[in-house]
Structures are given as structure tokens and as C-alpha cells.
């Protein structure tokens, strides 16, 4: 008999091609008078045009997000936040720059806009994660959900191809965990599974054509799908490994997922035989694990921990903090094992159960 339980998250969002226009009439129905932009250094240009859009409505711009939210930063942001009087944040950009909104909204109870330039997904969730002492700690809180979500494929189009790769096997990652449960919830599995779909029919397009709006604008709506799964959902194993080598080793975030995926998947298979086996057939493969090393092969992502500057002599260290604390998964999981799983990630092998 299926049992399970579902709530969905306060999600406000619009998603068309030039939707980044409506920004100034939202924040007026939405009531905020000074907002502060955020963005990377490498997206300030950017973050000035949209004070611009904004006009009057526009507070500041903090242009210093970094992945994995370092406590400095958001203490930097934080302090400009207090002193342009803030009344809500907008994020443009990736996960760096959405991490840092919703960090903001957790720690300084500021209202968030999300504008997504990439396919992190993150911007569905209700995690936030602030990056300490070579530790990445997580948390979940509906406060840090956007007000307000943009999607605009537009906005991606400047996104280099290399980079919309691993972005979108980021996203992948946020969908896959989400069937392959032991604990399936079927309005998440659909919405995961629906991602899943999408990614995989977009990203190959666009490393063919990096100027297929249509397959941009697919890859955006399933990396939507996708956060969603994960923001109603669960993470295991896999999150777990991807916030112990972002935190301790500072690892870049989406390729880190691309490469440490396909072998969590197959950790996992044997304990969730029928959610696997979904993801092989939504994908048209007959090996979901394999599948997905292969769909990164064919997108041109790192396949191996030390393309992306993880030394061997690290896996015992993060072997041993992924399992320093308990956490739900769907197989038992040892140090041992994870030290495996490490060893054929970090020499870029075909994942196979450990």
C-alpha cells in the first residue's frame, strides 16, 4: 500500500524568455524598497544592470559571492546589508550567488529574488549552507525559499558551454537522488524524474549547439524540476560527499557533483533497485550508474577527483567526514566502502558497487 507524505514548498516563480523585464513591476507588487544585489566579481557588470532596471528600488550591490558561502563573505554581505538599510536581496547568477541569498535570509531575515543563470536548481530549495573551519554545514528552513523566482533562458545564453555541462549534471544530481530512494515519494519522483528527462534531452544539444535557445531554455525548466524534487525531497550519500569535498578541500561545486554522481548512484543501486531502474528507463539506458558516467563523458565533464585538484592522500580524510556523522541513505554506509567509492572517482573509473 503507498504511504507517503508531501508538502510542497512557497514557491513563486516565472519562467519565459525576457521575464527578467517584469523584475521592477514584482518588486513593487511585492513591496520592497531597497533591494541589494548580489553577484560574483565575475557577474558585476551584470548585477549593475539590474540597479538599473530597478532604478529607485535598487539599494547596493555586493559583487563578492564565492562558492560554498565562506562565513567571511556572508559577514561582509551581511554588514553592507545593515548599513544600505536592505529590505530584501536579489541574487543573479549561480549557486554562489543564490547560496549567499538564502544565507542572508537565514542568518539576517532578509527576503530573497533569485534570477538563475545557470542550471544550479538550488534556487527550488529550502537548504542553505554556510562554509567554516573546513566544514560545510547545511541546514533547511522554508524562510530561505526565493520570494521570488526569474527564470529567464535568456540569461543563460552568455553561460560557457563547459560550464552549462556540469551545471546541468548538477542539477541531475538533484532529481537522481530523488528516485533513487529507498523511501520513494511519487509527487517528488515525478518532478525528479521529469528533470531528469529534460536534462538529459537538453545538455547533449547544447554541447553540440551552444546557441539552441530551445535545448537552453529545456535545460532550465528541468534543472527547475529538479530543485524541486530536492528542495520536497532528501539527500544521502551523495550530497554528503559533494558538501565534504566542497567545505574541506574547496573543490568547484558543479563538477564535483558531475564526477562523484554515477558512483554514488551505484553504491546506492542494490538498495534501490526500482527507483534505479526508473532513471535507466527514462534515460534509455540499461545501466543508470553507467549511464550517467557516459552522458558525462559525451558532455565533455571531468570524470576523475584529480582533474580538479584533489590529491589521493585527501580520500582517507574524506572518507573519514563523510562518515564522521550519521545521516540517512539508502545503503549502510562505511568508511571502507566510501574509501572505494573515492579511490575509482579519483582515477575517473566506470563506478561500479562497492
Not at 519522483?189 to 521529469?194: E, G, I, V, Y
Request: proline share 5%; aromatic share 6%; glycine share 8%.
Amino acid at each position: 500500500m503507498l504511504e507517503f507524505n508531501y508538502k510542497a514548498l512557497p514557491w513563486n516563480i516565472l519562467f519565459g524568455a525576457g521575464a527578467l523585464q517584469r523584475l521592477p513591476q514584482e518588486i513593487e507588487k511585492l513591496g520592497f524598497e531597497r533591494a541589494m544585489v548580489l553577484t560574483t566579481p565575475q557577474q558585476q557588470t551584470a548585477g549593475e544592470e539590474i540597479l538599473q532596471l530597478i532604478g529607485t528600488k535598487g539599494a547596493g550591490l555586493f559583487s563578492e559571492a564565492k562558492m560554498h558561502v565562506p562565513a567571511q563573505t556572508l559577514k561582509a554581505a551581511k554588514s553592507l546589508a545593515d548599513e544600505i538599510k536592505a529590505d530584501c536581496t536579489i541574487s543573479l547568477g549561480g549557486g554562489s550567488t543564490t547560496g549567499l541569498g538564502k544565507a542572508l535570509a537565514a542568518k539576517n531575515s532578509l527576503p530573497n529574488i533569485a534570477i538563475p543563470t545557470s542550471f544550479a536548481g538550488s534556487e527550488m530549495t529550502n537548504i542553505w549552507a554556510v562554509s567554516e573551519t573546513g566544514r560545510k554545514v547545511t541546514a533547511r528552513d522554508e524562510v530561505v525559499v526565493p520570494t521570488l523566482t526569474i527564470y529567464d533562458p535568456e540569461l543563460t545564453l552568455t553561460m560557457p558551454v563547459g560550464f552549462a555541462m556540469v551545471s546541468g549534471l548538477n542539477a541531475l544530481a538533484q532529481a537522481v537522488v530523488n528516485v533513487a530512494t529507498d523511501k520513494p515519494n511519487p509527487i517528488v519522483a515525478s518532478m525528479a524524474l521529469d528533470g531528469i528527462r529534460a536534462l538529459v534531452s537538453a545538455l547533449p544539444r547544447i554541447k553540440a549547439d551552444p546557441d539552441d535557445f530551445d535545448a537552453r531554455a529545456e535545460a532550465l525548466y528541468g534543472a527547475s524540476m529538479a530543485g524541486a524534487a530536492l528542495g520536497t525531497g532528501s539527500t544521502g550519500l551523495h550530497h554528503k560527499l559533494c558538501h565534504v569535498f566542497g567545505g574541506t578541500f574547496n573543490t568547484p561545486h558543479a563538477e564535483t557533483h558531475a564526477i562523484l554522481l554515477p558512483h554514488s548512484v551505484a553504491y546506492n543501486a542494490a538498495a534501490a533497485e526500482q527507483g534505479t531502474q526508473r532513471i535507466s528507463e527514462v534515460m534509455g539506458v540499461d545501466d543508470a550508474a553507467l549511464g550517467i558516467f557516459e552522458l558525462a563523458g559525451i558532455l565533455g565533464a571531468p570524470q576523475a577527483l584529480s582533474e580538479i585538484g584533489v590529491k589521493e592522500s585527501d580520500l582517507d580524510e574524506a572518507a573519514a567526514v563523510v562518515t564522521e556523522q550519521s545521516f540517512n541513505n539508502p545503503e549502510s554506509v562505511t568508511t571502507d566502502r566510501v574509501r572505494l567509492l573515492l579511490q575509482r572517482a579519483f582515477e575517473g573509473l566506470p563506478p561500479e558497487a562497492v
